[in-house]
């Protein structure tokens, strides 16, 4: 979790997520929390199948529009269908 000392405007989020061992699929969340409305609200789900063979490294940009917020949550979930390791290899907030 991030915690801000004042509120941000976030308008994009990029990160890298890596696996290069095991077949799974990985779910990457982020949620962010705004102090007027006090609660968490959901702002991403993604879900990444990786497998040795072929895919083994994701890199997402996504563009948002949030104002005034204090706590990012991000939550990765490494296997979907068991147990595992996540790796986060690169997270970049912008203004």
């Known amino acids: 979790m991030l915690e801000f000392d004042h509120v941000q405007r976030v308008s994009r989020l990029i990160y890298e997520v890596e696996e290069r061992r095991e077949q799974r699929t990985q779910e990457v969340r982020v949620e962010v929390w705004s102090d007027r409305d006090r609660t968490y609200r959901q702002v991403l789900v993604q879900d990444y199948n990786f497998s040795p063979q072929g895919a083994t490294f994701e890199h997402e940009d996504v563009q948002l529009d949030l104002a005034a917020i ?16 996540a790796t986060l290899t690169s997270l970049r907030l912008f203004a």
């Open 70 to 85: 204090s706590h990012m949550r991000l939550t990765i979930v490494p296997n979907k269908g068991g147990s595992g390791i």
